[in-house]
Every structure is written in structure tokens, then in C-alpha cells.
């Protein structure tokens, strides 16, 4: 046995040029019939369009910072940080193999990331280094542990080999980090200007 139907209230086609009443056949039905349809596509697609464009960039970057992972955020501050340590340097040769070249200059850090990561962002454990010696010669930390001492002294690089306390990032302490040395970067770029 089925129920009967229970009868749907009429609705006026949304068809500028018809406008017709019908009697909806499914759900969300809007026109009367796929002619009309057919002649309000377009209109659909520019309201869709403007609605989109309304949205705007704000709130689009806020949908996409409420969805970011906290690795994201993570390699944001790296990067900050990076950009701020090879800007420091800029004047330094590398710090293991002493030598000024055009090419490419890397972030060193002294104690790595992977092993000691509560010194990630470590003013003084990282120094402008080239890449050839950053990444074909893992570091070169012979030679980078001599130039240290040279630059901060032994008592602090004895400091940077000493044990160290795990750190624990929030999300907010890597946006105030990445914040904090994005401005430092922008300062000593004006400063060098």
C-alpha cells in the first residue's frame, strides 16, 4: 500500500520572461520548464560569478588559514627564518669553506633540525652557508665549527653542543615567529638600501 503524495504548493518560474505558476514535479525545482531553465543558465552563472567575487581575497585567505595544517606554519617560520639569516649574513662569506661565489646560499644550521630541533630557530646556531657545502658536503662541520668559535666564541658554541630542552610550537608561536623575522628581514633590507 503507498501513501498518497502529498500535493506541492505552487511556485512562480524564476524565468524573467515567463514567470510562470507550476507545481513543482521534484525538489529545488525553480523553472517550469527546461526551456526556461535553458534561458536562466547564464543569469545563474553571473550571479554564481559576482557571488564569488564578493567573497573576496579576505575572507577567501581566512577559509585557507582555518584549513592549514600546523607543518605549514612550520615551514612559513623556517622560511622566515632562513631569509632572515642569509640577509644578516649577506656581507659573510660562507662559514665553512670562506668563500664568496654567485651562487646559491643556504640557511646552515650548526646542530641540525633533525637532531636538535629546539635549536630550529636559533639565531646562533644558524649562518649563511653555500649550498655545496650545506647539502653535497652535509654541513662541512669541521670547518664550520672553526669559523664558529672565530665568530661567537667558544663558551657559546659549547652551549649550542650542550644538551637542550624540548620545545613545543603552537600554531600561534609559529605565526608570531614567521611575523617576527619577516620584519626583521624587511628592516635590514631597508637598512642595507
Not at 605549514?72 to 662559514?95: G, H, S
Request: a positive charge.
Amino acid at each position: 500500500m503507498t501513501l498518497p503524495s502529498k500535493p506541492r504548493k505552487p511556485k512562480t518560474c524564476i524565468n524573467e520572461l515567463c514567470r510562470a505558476s507550476f507545481e513543482p514535479q521534484r525538489l529545488g525545482q525553480k523553472v517550469c520548464s527546461p526551456s526556461c531553465g535553458l534561458a536562466t543558465k547564464d543569469v545563474n552563472q553571473e550571479k554564481a560569478r559576482k557571488a564569488l567575487a564578493d567573497v573576496g581575497r579576505k575572507e577567501l585567505r581566512a577559509a585557507k588559514e582555518r584549513i592549514k595544517p600546523k607543518g605549514q606554519y612550520m615551514r612559513e617560520a623556517q622560511t622566515a627564518f632562513n631569509a632572515w639569516v642569509r640577509e644578516r649574513d649577506a656581507k659573510l662569506p660562507c662559514i665553512s669553506c670562506g668563500r664568496h661565489h654567485q651562487g646559491k646560499y643556504d640557511a646552515g644550521h650548526y646542530r641540525t633540525v633533525g637532531s636538535n630541533p629546539a635549536l630550529r630557530f636559533e639565531p646562533l646556531n644558524c649562518h649563511r652557508q653555500c649550498s655545496p657545502c650545506n647539502t653535497h658536503k652535509s654541513g662541512d662541520i669541521v670547518n664550520y665549527r672553526i669559523e664558529l668559535v672565530k665568530r661567537i666564541g667558544a663558551e657559546l658554541v659549547e652551549w649550542l653542543e650542550g644538551p637542550h630542552e624540548a620545545k613545543r610550537y603552537t600554531i600561534e608561536d609559529l605565526k608570531a615567529i614567521a611575523a617576527e623575522y619577516r620584519a626583521k628581514t624587511r628592516e635590514l633590507k631597508r637598512a642595507a638600501a
